[in-house]
T-cell receptor, first 115, second 111 residues
Framework: DGGITQSPKYLFRKEGQNVTLSCEQNLNHDAMYWYRQDPGQGLRLIYYSQIVNDFQKGDIAEGYSVSREKKESFPLTVTSAQKNPTAFYLC??????????????FGPGTRLTVL | GNSVTQMEGPVTLSEEAFLTINCTYTATGYPSLFWYVQYPGEGLQLLLKATKADDKGSNKGFEATYRKETTSFHLEKGSVQVSDSAVYFCALSERDDKIIFGKGTRLHILP
């Protein structure tokens, strides 16, 4: 089955620790995205990548970092510099990295809680 | 810049009622428009989309028509079911491979 997997589904972190969220897709999509979802605020774009070894900051990149070493993988690290990291994190991919994005396909999400 | 505005929720309806969730957009070009649905504890799923003016997207009984003259893409369903309870997001695509999402509308359907 093709799709996007995110792991883990629930993640707990102590303050001051970095944590990495996994995102893998086997859809052969070029573009991948990370969003943060907070209650009542919809989705906010953290980082996105159109091709391997390249990525761009989204609207709320501070305190986050990413890498894109392989086409199918786009891990997100939440660093200790992120002041309010507790949220639901969603990864997505889309078929091509052209001028206009096509449909985005989402993973099931990771809920991060900072203790 | 481009933006999406959708009606605030929650919207509460009885089963078999008619549903409308309003969505209007601001865009400089000719974006594609989307409706996504999110069930509790899950990621978003594409519900329907339209890529040009007057196109109608439809899926699972839901419909939305791309209205350029009113810059709208309202979601409708003739008879909702309890299983339609979810959060619905209107969205538009723009250049640079990004999608702009509305804030979402939570829908509750009562049996």
């Amino acid at each position: 089955d093709g799709g996007i997997t995110q792991s883990p589904k629930y993640l707990f972190r102590k303050e001051g620790q970095n944590v990495t969220l996994s995102c893998e897709q086997n859809l052969n999509h070029d573009a991948m995205y990370w969003y943060r979802q907070d209650p009542g605020q919809g989705l906010r774009l953290i980082y996105y990548s159109q091709i391997v070894n390249d990525f761009q900051k989204g609207d709320i990149a501070e305190g986050y970092s990413v890498s894109r070493e392989k086409k199918e993988s786009f891990p997100l690290t939440v660093t200790s510099a992120q002041k309010n990291p507790t949220a639901f994190y969603l990864c997505a991919s889309s078929p091509w990295g052209g001028t206009y994005t096509d449909t985005q396909y989402f993973g099931p999400g990771t809920r991060l809680t900072v203790l | 810049g481009n933006s999406v505005t959708q009606m605030e929720g929650p919207v509460t309806l009885s089963e078999e009622a008619f549903l409308t969730i309003n969505c209007t957009y601001t865009a400089t070009g000719y974006p594609s428009l989307f409706w996504y649905v999110q069930y509790p504890g899950e990621g978003l799923q594409l519900l329907l989309k339209a890529t040009k003016a007057d196109d109608k997207g439809s899926n699972k009984g839901f419909e939305a028509t791309y209205r350029k003259e009113t810059t709208s893409f309202h979601l409708e369903k003739g008879s909702v079911q309890v299983s339609d309870s979810a959060v619905y997001f209107c969205a538009l695509s723009e250049r640079d491979d990004k999608i702009i999402f509305g804030k979402g509308t939570r829908l509750h359907i009562l049996p």
